[in-house]
């Protein structure tokens, strides 16, 4: 098959993930003789000091006319300045909305070799298989901004359309797993999780195999923590899943892990790692990169429909774990590249058993 790939490496750690990403899909389209073209496009902090823009139109442009788009990270202390005009995050913003990617599909898995990372119990941590749905383009994040100086505003806005569609989305992939949704929101204060709530409710009668509960924010935090296994796929507005999905990093040993997946209606997908740009490790050789590798297998999933190639990373990255080959935010020494070429090999190995059996 044939693909176009736009990739925007943007600050800190993003270039050093995205060309992990970039490497390992080279790696899948040699060997399953795909023919997958990269170009590289500015957006972010870097965007603004070249473009004086964070989502440059040509970054746009080619970001539409793309089969997918792999996204690094954005933002760093340069362009952090609360007074400033025009941020990195914009351009990522922008991004998702211009693209319509409502749902963004951020999966959390435990590896059985690193729960001693995490901060909770062993036993707790056995059969963590969550599928987070965080509604991407509306709520605080697009609402109308004010600012004067001794008082601001943030507009919490959703129309139904918008939580009905995100709803859908979590109860189909709900019914190819568990058939398990948890809704996630704060009616007992908000007027939008009131609309959030009565609209996820309605629509869940479209989807009687699937079962339906519904939890306030501030108890799911808790929740996460001392039952992760009890949950499968959880859907939530877009301030909150932002929030959650940090927090469920922990359960998995690192935030440099989970990957993402934006999704619309539209054919272009927009892939990225859910981490930031990590400017405290950026340049060093530090950076996770299976975070973004995984964001890659996402790609080949859900925008060019490659199931076989995106479990083989999937599977290369989990016997890559499983060898200790880590890096040090997994308390392990190995480099990024390190991490990367063993991912690489580990799928050219698993492809010559294939052969082999
Ligand atoms: P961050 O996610 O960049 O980093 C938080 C902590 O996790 C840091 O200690 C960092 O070193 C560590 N970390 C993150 N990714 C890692 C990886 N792949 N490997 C190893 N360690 C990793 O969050 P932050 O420091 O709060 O934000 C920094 C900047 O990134 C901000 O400007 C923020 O807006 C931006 N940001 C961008 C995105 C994105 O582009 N999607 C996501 C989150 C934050
Ligand atoms: C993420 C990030 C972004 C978000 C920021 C950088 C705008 O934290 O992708 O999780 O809040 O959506
Ligand atoms: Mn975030």
Redesign the pocket.
């Known amino acids: 098959m044939k693909a176009r790939i736009a990739v925007l490496p943007g600050d800190g750690i993003g270039p050093e993930v995205s060309a992990a990403a970039v490497a390992v899909l080279r790696a899948t389209g040699e060997y399953a003789a795909h023919d997958f073209t990269f170009a590289e496009y500015a957006i972010g902090g870097i965007a603004i000091d070249v473009h004086g823009d964070p989502l440059p139109p040509a970054t746009l442009a080619a970001c539409k006319s793309a089969d997918a788009v792999l996204l690094g990270a954005v933002g760093g202390p340069k362009w952090s300045d609360p007074n400033a005009k025009v941020r990195p995050e914009q351009g990522l913003l922008g991004l998702r909305a211009a693209l319509g990617v409502y749902a963004n599909l951020r999966p959390v898995r435990v590896h059985p070799r690193l729960v001693a990372l995490s901060p909770l119990k062993d036993e707790k941590l056995r059969n963590v298989d969550l599928l987070f749905l965080r509604e991407l383009t509306g709520g605080a994040y697009f609402g109308a901004k004010t600012r004067t100086a001794d008082a601001a505003t943030d507009e919490c806005k959703y129309t139904v359309t918008e939580i009905e569609r995100i709803t859908r989305r979590a109860f189909v992939l709900a019914q190819a797993r568990s058939k398990r949704v948890t809704s996630v929101d704060k009616a007992n204060v908000l007027e939008t999780s009131r609309l959030w709530r009565s609209t996820v409710t309605r629509i869940a009668l479209d989807y009687p195999d699937v079962a339906l509960e519904h939890q306030l924010v501030d108890s799911m935090a808790m929740l996460l923590l001392t039952r992760p296994a009890a949950y499968d796929v959880i859907v939530t507005e877009n301030l909150f899943g932002?929030?959650l999905?940090?927090e469920a990093a922990a359960l998995a040993g690192s935030l440099g892990l989970l990957p993402s997946a934006s999704l619309g209606d539209g054919k272009v997908g927009l892939y990225e790692p859910?981490?930031?740009s990590a400017p405290d490790i950026a340049g060093k050789g530090l950076a996770n990169p299976l975070g973004a590798i995984l964001s890659a297998a996402l790609l080949l999933r859900h925008s060019l429909g490659l199931e076989n190639e995106a479990t083989a990373i999937e599977s290369a990255v989990g016997a890559v774990i499983e060898r200790g080959v880590l890096t040090s935010d997994l308390g392990g020494s190995a480099t990024t590249a390190e991490v990367t070429s063993a991912v690489v090999e580990a799928l050219q190995h698993g492809r010559r058993s294939q052969e082999a059996a």
């Open positions: 932002d929030i999905t940090d859910i981490h930031g």
